[in-house]
């Protein structure tokens, strides 16, 4: 196998022998990834509650979760409070996750979906299976971001075995979750991704943001690796799930006219 | 998409044969290695030579799959008439405004290639026939799609920003024309710059996954033969074709893509795919053509359903019409 060559680099300090390592010594993090829990619709602490929708019943409520905000507090200035709960209470409308949009970073990796990451040597590629988002990690080429966009413009670099992933250029359009938690185009994010054994890792994040929040604060969960023999990263190219809620209403009516 | 700083002007003295170029370049070139190992085949490429190439040779061609001096010169002459014109166009104080992307989004060539076709094979460069079934399968979809604008449903995958399906997504059009390759241990992934695809194609023995399951893009596993990437891509959907913006022939659930990524020099993939679809086109065929890096060219984030504002305005527009009396 390609990823347990013996490694050599003697800076790693990790216990696990049996850790999957690229030629060069650091850890190898290809392969297909998902988280667990309900943070995609609240990153922090929430009961279980019922669904949008009555009738999907019981598949449409909401398990209960723990959240994954360090400290289960969000530090949003007094106007951006405002507007989250603004963004919650129309969140059947504004939700961008709904349309189908990208998720944006660090939601992408908390939805309910797998994820592959290729590793390079400068550029690691993280195809998410939600809406086909995707994204390039540029590894120690510090460049700045060039355009706005819904993914971020991710620079990275190693701090021993783990990947940190400084990612600016936000468009200041997604959400964190399904309760209005956001950011505005000022968002920086700082990932780290930190193998903890050859089946999983551990996933942080800061987000700072000055014009929203009054300090940065950080998120915390695990990601898994999907070891089924035949995992694989499938498709849901779900813009046509989302056509008639976003374009229903110019959709052709047939008048009395048309039925003569 | 390229910058339109480093956009040039297409100079007769620098245009490569493309074809023997890269037969010589085959010969004395040696792919570099991953540090795992493999043919690395990583970088921004683009197929943007490919743009004043048919899919299908025009019949006047036969069988001769390349252009003469004079016709290649001929290609050259109306690429730099098209560009001086956008240029233009931009330019100047009345610029021409029409439904289509203005003429400074649009791509071009700056090694254009002799190809007659992009089609190889057969000989021709032409498709081969196409069943009764395909035609009508065919037939149906365009009445869809080229009918009034009632819903979404009357426009393309494409235009629906939903894709343009597995091979439809390199095929050299207008604009967009990126594909970016990474390589991991076990895996290459290609992203496609419209419509911000990414495949994932796992370099396995194994086989695909079960029947049931029917995607767009379908199922790809990979293998290197010698250092060629060869990927073989099953579980299609029957939803769109496989030629540019994955128009053309509506194929069936049973076609059978076979892709072949070469790298013959620095700068330069060749890039085959063969299609196989008896319920579909009476025989095998295969299109190929160099994609290849171009200096700044580089791809970003493509939202393209996230801006799809043509789509809330082709349909607004026509139940204005309706209520103006002015459609059917």
Redesign the interface.
């Known amino acids: 196998m390609?990823?347990v060559l013996a490694m050599p680099n003697p800076a790693a300090q990790s216990l696990q022998t049996d850790m999957p390592r690229?030629?060069?010594g650091k850890p190898?993090l290809?392969g297909l990834w998902q988280t667990f829990g309900s943070a995609h619709w609240d990153i922090l602490d929430h009961s279980a509650s019922e669904g949008h929708f009555f009738e999907l019943g019981a598949m449409g409520a909401f398990p209960a979760g723990q959240g994954i905000v360090v400290g289960n507090e969000i530090p949003y200035l007094p106007e951006a409070l405002a507007q989250k709960e603004a963004n919650f209470q129309n969140r059947l409308e504004d939700d961008?996750m709904l349309?189908?949009?990208?998720p944006g970073v660090p939601r992408t990796t908390y939805m309910p979906f797998p994820f592959?990451?290729?590793?390079?040597?400068d550029?690691?590629?993280i195809?998410y299976e939600f809406?086909?988002?995707?994204?390039?990690v540029r590894v120690d080429n510090d460049t700045l971001s060039?355009?706005d966009?819904?993914?971020g413009w991710s620079n990275a670099e190693w701090e021993g075995d783990t990947l940190v992933v400084d990612v600016t250029g936000f468009n200041g359009?997604a959400w964190f979750d399904h309760m209005g938690n956001y950011a505005s185009n000022q968002l920086h994010v700082v990932e780290r991704y930190t193998m903890m054994s050859p089946n999983h890792i551990e996933y942080e994040a800061t987000l700072e943001d000055p014009t929203i929040f009054s300090e940065p604060w950080t998120i915390q969960l695990p990601l898994y690796r999907r070891i089924e023999n035949?995992a694989?990263?499938?498709?849901f190219?779900c813009?046509?799930f989302t056509?008639e809620k976003?374009?229903g209403h110019?959709?052709?009516v047939e008048d009395d006219e048309d039925q003569e | 998409m390229k910058c339109l700083s480093i956009k040039s002007f297409a100079l007769p003295a620098l245009i490569l044969v493309l074809l023997s170029a890269s037969t010589a370049a085959a010969q004395n070139y040696t792919v570099g290695r991953?540090?795992?190992g493999d043919p690395d085949l990583?970088g921004v490429f683009t197929s943007d030579d490919m743009i004043n190439v048919r899919t299908e040779r025009p019949e006047e061609f036969g069988d001769r799959p390349f252009l003469t001096e004079e016709e290649y010169n001929a290609r050259i002459e109306q690429n730099e008439r098209n560009i001086a014109s956008r240029t233009e166009e931009f330019a100047g104080d009345n610029p021409r405004i029409t439904i289509n992307p203005p003429g400074h989004w649009l791509e071009w060539g700056d090694e254009l290639s002799r190809q007659t076709s992009l089609v190889v094979d057969p000989p021709n460069g032409r498709v081969p026939e196409v069943t009764p079934e395909a035609e009508a399968r065919t037939q149906a979809y365009n009445a869809l799609v080229r009918g009034?604008?009632?819903?979404?449903e009357n426009f393309s995958p494409y235009i629906?920003?939903?894709?343009r399906g597995v091979t439809g997504s390199i095929f050299p059009v207008i604009y967009g024309n990126g594909t970016?390759i990474?390589?991991?241990?076990?895996?290459?992934?290609i992203?496609y710059e419209m419509?911000?695809?990414?495949?994932?194609i796992?370099i396995v023995d194994?086989e695909h996954?079960g029947g049931d399951?029917k995607?767009?893009?379908g199922?790809a596993v990979g293998r290197w033969e010698g250092d060629t990437l060869v990927v073989e891509t099953r579980n299609l959907s029957d939803r769109t074709g496989v030629t540019v913006n994955g128009g053309g022939t509506r194929h069936s659930e049973n076609l059978h893509v076979v892709e072949r990524f070469t790298r013959v020099g620095p700068d330069t993939i060749n890039y085959e795919a063969t299609f196989t679809d008896p319920g579909t086109w009476e025989g095998s065929w295969t299109a190929a053509f160099p994609i290849k890096q171009k200096p700044g060219y580089?791809?970003?984030?493509y939202?393209c359903?996230?801006g799809n504002h043509a789509?809330?305005n082709s349909?607004?527009g026509?139940?204005a019409q309706?209520a103006a009396g002015g459609a059917q």
């Open positions: 390609w990823g690229m030629p060069d190898n290809t961008p349309k189908c949009f990208m592959q990451i290729v590793q390079g040597t550029q690691i590629l195809a809406a086909t988002s995707n994204r390039i060039p355009v966009s819904w993914m359009q035949n694989k990263l499938l498709e190219k813009v046509e056509e976003l374009y110019l959709r052709r | 991953t540090p795992w990583q009034d604008a009632d819903s979404w629906r920003c939903i894709t970016r990474v390589q991991g241990p076990g895996y290459v992934g992203q419509v911000h695809e990414a495949r994932i796992p194994g996954v399951i995607m767009w893009m199922d580089e791809v970003y984030e939202a359903h996230e789509m809330f349909l607004s026509s139940r309706e």
